[in-house]
């Protein structure tokens, strides 16, 4: 049982170059973060943002839907996760550029209720 759990680790949410390549110039407002959300993240956060992957219990993902999670997470605690990457995430700092960055923690606060 622990060498699936290694294997998941090895190949968790990592971002696939292309889409993060080609978006690294763009302004926030032009970045596709729904496709950079599907590419890097949904893999252990869900497409709905809810964590119920396989990796994403494996590996306690954040579920993005939790409105007590929303309200006590500020804009730049999510965006220094998305750089540093806490626990098992791995870091996307040197894979993402700061306008994409911008754009997944607008699209991350769309999974919580209306502000």
Request: aromatic share 8%; net charge positive.
């Amino acid at each position: 049982m622990l060498i699936p759990g290694m294997l998941v680790l090895g190949f968790g949410c990592q971002s696939k170059p292309p889409l993060a390549v080609q978006q690294a110039g763009y302004p926030k407002d032009k970045v596709d973060a729904r496709a950079l959300f599907a590419e890097s993240c949904a893999k252990c956060h869900g497409a709905d943002g809810r964590a119920k992957t396989f990796r994403g219990r494996l590996l306690q993902a954040q579920n993005f839907t939790d409105p007590n999670w929303q309200a006590a997470s500020t804009d730049q605690e999510l965006s220094t996760a998305i750089k540093t990457g806490p626990k098992a995430m791995p870091a996307f700092e040197k894979k993402l550029s700061q306008s994409e960055i911008e754009a997944l923690v607008a699209y991350v606060r769309a999974f919580g209720p209306a502000r």
